[in-house]
C-alpha cells in the first residue's frame, strides 16, 4: 500500500494545521495548530463557529467593563475559546497571536501574552501547551525574551530576515515562522519571474537559517510558515516544523510520491553560515537594508491589525 507525501512528511518534520477550521484539522491530524487574527476571522464568518464569539460575549456581557474595553476582553476571549477548542483535537501546542497593534510595544506584548496564558491556565491547560504569536518587531523579540524566562513560550511570526531570525535565537524563543510564500510574493512582484522548488527565494531563506541554527546550536525551532505550494514545502521537507493550510495538507495527502528529507542536521553543520550577533542597532540597520523584509512584516502587521478591527466590528454589532 502507498504512503501519502502527508504520512511521509510527518515522519521527517512536524506537521501543523495553519487554520482555525476545527473540522479540518481532524481530517489531516495534525500534531499541532496555529491561529492569527485573519484565520479567526475567517472562521467565525462559518454558522458553526459563531457560537464560540457568541459563548465569549455572554461571558462579558453582565461585566463592568464597557466600550473598548469590554470589546477587547471578548477578542482575547474569541481567541482563547478557539484555542481550547483545537486543544482538544490535536496532541501538541497551540498559537494564540497576540494584538498585532501592540508590536511596537513591548510592555503591552507582554501584558497581553500573561494575560492569555492565564486564561488557558483557569481552563485547565499547561502553559507547555500554548505558544504566544508575536510580531518579529525589536520590541517583540525583547517581550518574547521575558517570556519565556517566565515559562511561557513564543512564536514570532512576520518573520522575513535572517536579521530577524538571529535576534529572535539569541533572545532564545522557542519558535519562529518564517514567511516562506510571502517572501516569494514580493520577489515574483519585483522581477516578474517565477521561482520553483529550491530556487524559492522563501524556501532559500528558511534553508539558511535551519542551517545556521543547527550549525551553532539554537534551540529555537524553525516552523516554516505562509505556502504558496506544495513545492515549497517538499523543498523544505526536514524542517523542525511546517505549518500547512487545510489546502495543501489535501494535495499532500493525495499524492503518494516519494518525499526525501532536503534539511538535516548533519548538511547544516557543514554550511558556511558564520556566527552573527545584533544589539538593536546593528538589527534595525540590517532589517532595514533589507527591502523585502521591512515591507513584508510593516504590510503584515498592518493586515494583521485590520483583520483584528474587523473582529471588533462584529463584536460590537453583536452587542447592539
Same mark, same amino acid.
Given at each position: 500500500?502507498?504512503?501519502?507525501?502527508?504520512?511521509?512528511?510527518?515522519?521527517?518534520?512536524?506537521?501543523?494545521?495553519?487554520?482555525?477550521?476545527?473540522?479540518?484539522?481532524? !481530517?489531516?491530524?495534525?500534531?499541532?495548530?496555529?491561529?492569527?487574527?485573519?484565520?479567526?476571522?475567517?472562521?467565525?464568518?462559518?454558522?458553526?463557529?459563531?457560537?464560540?464569539?457568541?459563548?465569549?460575549?455572554?461571558?462579558?456581557?453582565?461585566?463592568?467593563?464597557?466600550?473598548?474595553?469590554?470589546? *477587547?476582553? =471578548?477578542?482575547?476571549?474569541?481567541?482563547?475559546?478557539?484555542?481550547?477548542? +483545537?486543544?482538544?483535537?490535536?496532541?501538541?501546542?497551540?498559537?494564540?497571536?497576540?494584538?498585532?497593534?501592540?508590536?511596537?510595544?513591548?510592555?503591552?506584548?507582554?501584558?497581553?501574552?500573561?494575560?492569555?496564558?492565564? *486564561?488557558?491556565?483557569?481552563?485547565?491547560?499547561?502553559?507547555?501547551?500554548?505558544?504566544?504569536?508575536?510580531?518579529?518587531?525589536?520590541?517583540?523579540?525583547?517581550?518574547?525574551?521575558?517570556?519565556?524566562?517566565?515559562?511561557?513560550?513564543?512564536?514570532?511570526?512576520?518573520? &522575513?530576515?535572517?536579521?530577524?531570525?538571529?535576534?529572535?535565537?539569541?533572545?532564545?524563543?522557542?519558535? !519562529?515562522?518564517?514567511?516562506?510564500?510571502? +517572501?516569494?510574493?514580493?520577489?515574483?512582484? $519585483?522581477?516578474?519571474?517565477?521561482?520553483?522548488?529550491?530556487?524559492?527565494?522563501?524556501?532559500?531563506?528558511?534553508?539558511? =537559517?535551519?542551517?545556521?541554527?543547527?550549525?551553532?546550536?539554537?534551540?529555537?525551532?524553525?516552523?516554516?510558515?505562509? &505556502?504558496?505550494?506544495?513545492?515549497?514545502?517538499? @523543498?523544505?521537507?526536514?524542517?523542525?516544523?511546517?505549518?500547512?493550510?487545510? *489546502?495543501?495538507?489535501?494535495?499532500?495527502?493525495?499524492?503518494?510520491?516519494?518525499?526525501?528529507?532536503?534539511?538535516?542536521? @548533519?548538511?547544516?553543520?557543514?554550511?558556511?553560515?558564520?556566527?552573527?550577533?545584533?544589539?538593536?542597532?546593528?538589527?534595525?540597520? $540590517?532589517?532595514?537594508?533589507?527591502?523585502?523584509?521591512?515591507?513584508?512584516?510593516?504590510?503584515?502587521?498592518?493586515?494583521? @491589525?485590520?483583520?483584528?478591527?474587523?473582529?471588533?466590528?462584529?463584536?460590537?454589532?453583536?452587542?447592539?
Amino acid at each position: 500500500m502507498s504512503t501519502s507525501q502527508l504520512d511521509q512528511l510527518k515522519q521527517m518534520t512536524t506537521v501543523v494545521a495553519d487554520t482555525g477550521d476545527f473540522e479540518s484539522m481532524q !481530517i489531516y491530524h495534525p500534531q499541532d495548530a496555529t491561529t492569527n487574527p485573519s484565520l479567526i476571522l475567517q472562521a467565525v464568518g462559518k454558522p458553526q463557529y459563531l457560537p464560540l464569539v457568541q459563548q465569549a460575549i455572554a461571558e462579558f456581557k453582565s461585566s463592568a467593563l464597557s466600550g473598548s474595553a469590554l470589546t *477587547a476582553a =471578548i477578542i482575547d476571549r474569541v481567541l482563547v475559546l478557539f484555542g481550547l477548542e +483545537i486543544l482538544k483535537i490535536v496532541p501538541g501546542r497551540v498559537s494564540t497571536e497576540v494584538d498585532a497593534r501592540l508590536s511596537f510595544d513591548t510592555a503591552g506584548t507582554l501584558a497581553k501574552a500573561r494575560h492569555l496564558i492565564g *486564561a488557558y491556565e483557569a481552563a485547565g491547560h499547561s502553559r507547555e501547551r500554548v505558544l504566544i504569536k508575536v510580531a518579529s518587531t525589536w520590541e517583540g523579540i525583547r517581550a518574547a525574551e521575558i517570556l519565556e524566562k517566565e515559562g511561557i513560550h513564543c512564536n514570532l511570526t512576520l518573520l &522575513f530576515s535572517f536579521a530577524q531570525a538571529v535576534a529572535c535565537a539569541e533572545a532564545g524563543v522557542q519558535l !519562529i515562522s518564517p514567511f516562506v510564500g510571502r +517572501i516569494l510574493d514580493w520577489h515574483k512582484a $519585483a522581477t516578474g519571474k517565477d521561482y520553483q522548488g529550491a530556487d524559492d527565494p522563501g524556501v532559500q531563506s528558511v534553508r539558511a =537559517i535551519y542551517n545556521h541554527y543547527k550549525k551553532f546550536g539554537y534551540r529555537t525551532e524553525v516552523m516554516g510558515a505562509s &505556502f504558496r505550494n506544495k513545492g515549497e514545502i517538499l @523543498a523544505l521537507a526536514g524542517c523542525d516544523l511546517l505549518t500547512i493550510s487545510p *489546502a495543501l495538507l489535501g494535495e499532500l495527502q493525495a499524492c503518494d510520491e516519494p518525499v526525501t528529507a532536503q534539511l538535516t542536521p @548533519a548538511a547544516a553543520a557543514q554550511s558556511d553560515s558564520p556566527r552573527l550577533h545584533l544589539d538593536e542597532k546593528a538589527f534595525r540597520y $540590517a532589517l532595514n537594508e533589507d527591502a523585502m523584509a521591512t515591507e513584508k512584516t510593516a504590510q503584515g502587521i498592518r493586515n494583521f @491589525a485590520a483583520d483584528v478591527v474587523k473582529l471588533e466590528t462584529l463584536v460590537a454589532s453583536m452587542l447592539g
